[in-house]
């Protein structure tokens, strides 16, 4: 089993950036792809980007091609997702996965989920 906790949400204004971090324990020794995923009030929850083991294979929903990047840092255990050109739109909880396929399926089948952290963007 794999622990994960995320960091770096809050308010922003329309336009501004925030970084959000995903930092992993327990099982690290697995090669887990990573995903982010994103769950507004009243709407289901939305594919938002993920990214392989090696950082080989990268895929965005549509909605945030071109503004956000996700990236990882294995040795710190740590996945990134770097959010720029914020709409109000983007304001949701996010949470990140641990998933064995998630960067070419965006489905996290495994379960591994982090507990969720607020963005919130202001026009």
């Known amino acids: 089993q794999v622990q994960l906790v995320e960091s770096g949400g809050g308010l922003v204004q329309a336009g501004g950036s925030l970084r959000l971090s995903c930092t992993a324990s327990g099982r690290t020794f697995r090669r887990y792809a990573m995903g982010w995923f994103r769950q507004a009030p009243g709407k289901e929850r939305e594919f938002v980007a993920a990214?392989?083991?090696?950082?080989?294979?990268?895929d965005y929903a549509d909605s945030v091609k071109g503004r956000f990047t996700i990236s990882r840092d294995n040795g710190k255990n740590t996945v990134y997702l770097e959010m720029n050109s914020l709409k109000p739109e983007d304001t949701a909880a996010y949470y990140c996965?641990?998933?064995?396929?998630?960067?070419?399926?965006?489905?996290?089948?495994?379960?591994?989920w982090g507990q969720g952290i607020q963005v919130t963007v202001s026009s």
């Open positions: 996965a641990a998933d064995s396929t998630v960067a070419t399926t965006r489905d996290p089948r495994d379960g591994n």
């Open positions: 990214i392989s083991w090696s950082g080989g294979v990268r």
